[in-house]
């Protein structure tokens, strides 16, 4: 008996912190252009694994596009599409128009 109270004295906070960290909400969305991997990590589906996927594919435009780049599942993207969002940096060129020439690098000729 005393060994279990002693247990549960240990056990205790530590899992309800760890329980409470990884609760991400709507409410309280990540970006998935500045989160940092222990924040990723508290999205439901997301590891050590998918939140450095994550971060190596950076910038996103839109968090479709973790379907999209096949970085997570579409299963795993619709448990967690609520509480991720993408805020593309100040510095991305906008998406190129369909329809429109790509873009020539000045003073080059092809």
Request: no cysteine; net charge positive.
């Amino acid at each position: 008996m005393r060994r279990r109270a002693f247990l549960a004295t240990l056990l205790g906070p530590s899992t309800a912190v760890s329980a409470q960290t990884r609760t991400t909400t709507a409410a309280n969305p990540i970006d998935l252009n500045s989160a940092s991997r222990d924040q990723l990590m508290t999205l439901e589906g997301i590891g050590e694994v998918k939140a450095d996927a994550i971060i190596r594919a950076r910038p996103f435009r839109a968090k479709t596009e973790l379907v999209e780049r096949r970085i997570v599942p579409e299963a795993l993207y619709d448990r967690i599409a609520d509480k991720v969002f993408a805020r593309p940096p100040a510095n991305m060129p906008a998406p190129a128009k369909p329809g429109a020439p790509a873009a020539t690098t000045p003073g080059k000729r092809g």
